[in-house]
Nanobody, 121 residues
Framework: QVHVAESGGGLVQPGGSLRLSCAASGTVFRFYAMGWYRQAPGKERELVAAITDGGSTNYADSVKGRFTISRDNAQNTVYLQMNSLKPEDTALYYC???????????????WGQGTQVTVSS
């Protein structure tokens, strides 16, 4: 009964900015972490950024200094602020949430449907 949904993708020019949102709804007993992944045509899926309930963050080398991940614990929501976008950032971006839905259930990963980000002039 956990649903993860992304939003905020679109078409932007090189050097532009975009903000992605990811919200986990439904039964959430304990939130552990949420992160952003992306996959471009002909390339492997890669971790873009992640954040834990303790506030620890991790970024891919290719986006360090340009992307920032943040969270709203009360809403089980994470954001990805993307600045100085490059054509190489073009990809389908997925949100992943690590959540324990109830006391009697183990921790699981929940994935969103993805949101397209296209950087082109």
């Amino acid at each position: 009964q956990v649903h993860v949904a992304e939003s905020g993708g679109g078409l932007v020019q090189p050097g532009g900015s975009l903000r992605l949102s990811c919200a986990a709804s439904g039964t959430v007993f304990r939130f552990y972490a949420m992160g952003w992944y992306r996959q471009a045509p002909g390339k492997e899926r890669e971790l873009v950024a992640a954040i834990t309930d303790g506030g620890s963050t991790n970024y891919a080398d290719s986006v360090k200094g340009r992307f920032t991940i943040s969270r709203d614990n009360a809403q089980n929501t994470v954001y990805l602020q993307m600045n100085s976008l490059k054509p190489e950032d073009t990809a389908l971006y997925y949100c992943n949430a690590v959540i324990r839905s109830t006391y009697y259930r183990p921790t699981n990963d929940y994935w969103g449907q993805g949101t397209q980000v296209t950087v082109s002039s």
